[in-house]
């Protein structure tokens, strides 16, 4: 049975957690090869791996020497990371005060013991459809409309969300802000419907140009673009801001009114920090957003990178 919770998942990922090795069997049996599952023998480990990587769904047992599973839920539901993970409770307990345990700690459902093996199978599936169903409309409000890629709203709780794994970590974060060089002038020239394909272009461009899964390239707002690079330093940060500067100079999009080159181009202003506890995600975005003047005053369709030194 699996502890790393970093696998991918068919369809969906499993967390069960129980100290006895025959209810871990059991229910391992009844849902082995439809979701990728994974296991904790107690508290403590179940909130180790829940941080590491979240799962889709807890099968929690409530009984369990040390940290019980009443006091896991109330902490998965207290820690921004880990709040929004379904938790279903396997419980022998069948009186309404231990019922409403259940439900006030914060668990969204609960399986009396001994475990049925067709209500197991249908609780999981049912609460895996709604987090599916949920995850859809959640996508589509972080979604820009024109471009497709992230918006401004997705950006900002992404980078809250790194910034506070890269406070925990140790390690540093980056972003990428950037400005489609004299977009009014090619809007004028062209047509705000050339704009729109303009935009679009460019978004594509980034988004190709993110090659982890934990980068994020999205619209801010207008003509700007942010990229989110997390456990990213320095020198990698500037090698990518340089590659997009690249890549969207190559679309080679015609823009004959632009001071800068015959074609579309943008400005990239880069920064890199070490989030620190005296610190807000704000700071790193009024640096990237300083780098970003600074390139357009060295003449726009270039990358200027700032660091924590700077």
């Not at 599916?132 to 409309?137: A, F, I, S």
């Not at 959640?138 to 890629?149: C, E, K, N, R």
């Not at 020239?189 to 993110?210: E, P």
Request: aromatic share 6%; proline share 4%.
């Amino acid at each position: 049975m699996n502890t790393n919770l970093q696998t991918g998942a068919r369809h969906g990922k499993v967390l069960l957690v129980d100290d006895q090795q025959a209810n871990l069997r059991l229910m391992h049996q009844i849902l082995a090869g439809d979701y990728e599952l994974f296991v904790a023998t107690s508290g403590v480990q179940a909130l180790e791996l829940c941080e590491r990587g979240a799962p889709d769904l807890v099968l929690l047992d409530v009984v369990m020497p040390g940290l019980d599973g009443l006091e896991v839920c109330r902490r998965l539901k207290q820690h921004p990371d880990t709040r929004g993970i379904a938790v279903i409770f396997v419980t022998a307990g069948t009186t309404p005060e231990e019922e409403n345990a259940c439900w006030a700690a914060g668990g969204a459902d609960f399986v009396t013991k001994p475990v049925n093996p067709l209500t197991l199978r249908h609780r999981v599936r049912a609460h895996l459809q709604l987090k599916q169903y949920v995850d859809t409309l959640h996508a589509l409000a972080f979604v820009d409309g024109l471009t497709g890629i992230a918006n401004r709203r997705h950006l900002n709780e992404r980078l809250e969300v790194e910034w506070r794994r890269c406070l925990r970590s140790g390690m540093p974060l980056a972003v990428l802000m950037i400005d489609v060089d004299f977009f009014k002038r090619y809007n004028d020239r062209y047509g705000h419907q050339a704009g729109d394909d303009c935009l679009k272009r460019v978004a594509g461009a980034l988004s190709s140009a993110m090659q982890r899964a934990g980068d994020l390239a999205g619209r801010y707002g207008g003509e700007e673009f942010l990229c989110l690079l997390p456990e990213t330093d320095v020198a990698a940060t500037r090698a990518l801001a340089e590659r997009v500067e690249l890549a969207v100079r190559a679309l080679a999009i015609e823009h004959l009114d632009s001071a800068t080159a015959p074609v579309v181009t943008i400005s990239v202003g880069a920064a890199v920090v070490h989030p620190g506890p005296d610190q807000a995600p704000a700071t790193l975005l009024q640096r990237a957003d300083a780098a970003l003047y600074k390139a357009k005053q060295l003449g726009r369709g270039q990358a200027f990178v700032s660091d924590e030194q700077d």
